[in-house]
């Protein structure tokens, strides 16, 4: 006999997982719309793959790595990215393959291909996908530079954004569905000392893991997000990053996590007593810092000065982030106790170059050090831009020339390989960093 109840609850149950989709995104996309601002990377080579997805993620794009024909297709039943970057040779497959595919599916965004083949084969390559009806860029011959790469994403990404933007305007992500459905997650960049040229600590960010979209970064669900929202999301982040670095300390690390928070939730969030309920009772705890936007500190410093206090007692210290966006009153800051100051990075990104943004750089590592703070570059996309801060004496850098952020899956396996190996880079005669590769320090 048919058990109509059981019929019936999965039916209601079906309906809710669906309507709690829709929530997250109202409007389903056609693999013809553009996600914006988002790249497929494919090559089967993983160190040329990541050179090309540092360069982008420096731009900003949302990058996703692959290194085959069968994984593109897999990620096209999900969304279609703005743009394609594609290797002639792939595992198990290749180039042509994959331009049937795309041709075949009226993929619409660009495709860029970089290969280092013979120019006549890249050129056979690349007329195929002409006769196709696929956008072609012109091919790009390996190695190629990070600047090279940037300029490319940028300017197809902001051209195809501008044309599909229609198609994503009503996306929207509910964060506390995202929340409530454990679609948050933490993921961890790392920050080095230039010095000792090793870890020094992590930021913890966070991410959503779309069950369609794929990763969503922050850009994307903070705008719509309420202040409730925002004070849970900040109470998830700093709960799953002291019971991860728990993990982390097992692999032979104990750094401290940077998270960011905001003077609301430093008012409205107990902080002190998360802190207490969840920190390590074994006595390695070594703390936290909280990274406060230089505009809420100037305006909300009575308030902060109170909270900093507080949370003086369980090791937390506070870092001004994006330092020289909000012409902090000298006079405020003498006022303010912290321990780092990250210096903007659009002063950074060029500092090596730019006169003047050298000089604020400058002005800031020297102020920072003048109170006793930790200077922290922050967005360092260029080795020139890197040697710069160092002889600037920078103490800390961060960005994806760097490290890309990371998930735990990944971050962990990464600093187990790392402890079975020195942090420091030996060999390397100092000030002379351009035979440094700061990567290889993590």
């Known amino acids: 006999m048919l058990n109509v109840g059981r019929w019936f609850n999965a039916d209601v149950n079906a309906r809710r997982r669906t309507n709690q989709r829709r929530r997250l995104s ?13 790249c497929f990377v494919i090559d089967n080579d993983a160190a040329a793959r990541r050179t090309v997805v540092n360069a982008l993620e420096g731009r900003g794009a949302a990058c ?36 049937r595919g795309l041709a075949s599916r009226k993929y619409g965004g660009a495709i860029q291909l970089i290969s280092g083949r013979r120019t006549d084969l890249i050129s056979r390559i690349y007329a195929i996908g002409i ?5 072609m860029l012109p091919p790009l011959a390996k190695p190629c530079s990070v600047r090279e790469l940037r300029q490319i994403a940028a300017d197809q990404l902001n051209k195809l954004d501008e044309q599909d933007q229609g198609d994503f305007e009503d996306l929207v992500v509910d964060l506390d569905l995202a929340l409530q459905m454990s679609w948050v997650e933490v993921w961890y960049q790392p920050k080095i000392d230039l010095r000792k040229k090793c870890l020094a600590g992590l930021e913890a960010l966070a991410r959503i893991r779309h069950p369609d979209f794929g990763i969503v ?18 109470e998830h982040v700093i709960v799953s990053s002291i019971g991860q670095w728990r993990e982390i300390k097992r692999v ?52 902060i000065q109170e909270a900093a ?6 090791d937390i210290s506070f870092s001004i982030d994006d330092f020289g966006s909000g012409h902090f009153p000298f006079e405020r800051l003498k006022q303010f106790v912290f321990s780092e100051v990250s210096l903007d990075a659009s002063f950074v990104r060029g500092c090596s170059e730019n006169e003047q943004n050298a000089a604020i750089c400058r002005s800031i590592i020297e102020l920072a050090h003048g109170f006793r703070a930790i200077a922290v570059g922050k967005g360092v996309e260029d080795p020139e831009d890197l040697i710069a801060l160092y002889r600037m004496d920078c103490d800390l850098a961060q960005g994806h020339l760097l490290s ?34 700061f990567r290889d320090a993590l």
């Open 26 to 38: 109202p409007g389903r996309m056609r693999l013809t719309s553009l996600r914006p601002n988002s």
């Open 64 to 99: 996703t790595e692959l290194a085959s024909v069968d994984e593109l297709f897999a990620e096209l039943n999900k969304f279609a990215p703005s743009m394609i970057f594609l290797d002639i040779s792939l595992r198990d497959s290749d180039a042509v393959e994959a331009l």
């Open 131 to 135: 006769r196709r009806g696929l956008k």
């Open 217 to 234: 970064l922050p850009a994307e669900f903070l705008k719509h997000a309420s202040r409730p929202s925002l004070r849970r999301l900040t």
């Open 252 to 303: 032979g690390f104990a750094p401290k996590i940077a998270i960011n928070v905001s003077a609301d939730c430093l008012v409205n969030v107990d902080i002190a007593k998360l802190v207490r309920e969840h920190q390590p009772k074994d006595g390695s705890w070594c703390g936290m810092i909280f990274e406060l936007k230089e505009d809420q500190a100037i305006r909300e410093l009575e308030i």
């Open 309 to 314: 206090a507080q949370l003086m007692i369980y």
């Open 404 to 437: 890309r952020p990371m998930p735990m899956n990944e971050l962990l396996p990464f600093l187990r390989m790392k402890a079975r190996s020195t942090l420091a880079l030996d060999g390397h005669a100092l000030p002379n960093l351009k035979q440094v590769d």
